[in-house]
């Protein structure tokens, strides 16, 4: 599951970045959900879901809300689990990932969709489960 599309204002307006779906796409996986707040209502979300070599859903959600993760979830046919969780996030700020400190962190919604993907997720071998 990928985030699709930003949380900071000042990036709202652009087109969500491609690169994390498609090296996952090119990489072996052979159906992916994108996850973010408008999901097919994204500008561009369903050219670029055409356009990848895969089986794509575009999902409506806010990761922060555990009730409508849940619901993304339980919508997965069961002769297509779950088998991996990718967080990708904006931040409030262009500040690279490795420099952002704690308080950053805690201050983000990135943290809180985090920590529900991980709770919601929680059958998942820890090591299918990435944030970034």
């Known amino acids: 599951m990928a985030a699709l599309g930003h949380r900071a204002g000042h990036r709202r307006n652009r087109p969500p970045r491609p690169a994390l779906a498609t090296a996952l796409a090119a990489h072996g996986a052979e ?33 922060t809300d555990r009730a409508a993760v849940a619901d993304v979830l339980a919508a997965i046919p069961a002769d297509r689990p779950l088998t991996a969780v990718v967080h990708a996030v904006g931040t409030e700020a262009d500040t690279p990932w490795t420099r952002l400190r704690p308080d950053d962190l805690r201050a983000s919604a990135a943290a809180d969709g985090a920590q529900v993907l991980h709770d919601v997720t929680g059958d998942l071998a820890p090591a299918w489960r990435r944030s970034s």
Do not use: K, N
Not at 32 to 60: M, W
């Open 31 to 63: 159906h992916l959900i994108l996850l973010g707040r408008r999901g097919a209502g994204a500008p561009g979300a369903r050219e670029f879901a055409e356009s990848l070599p895969v089986e794509v859903t575009l999902a409506a959600a806010d990761v």
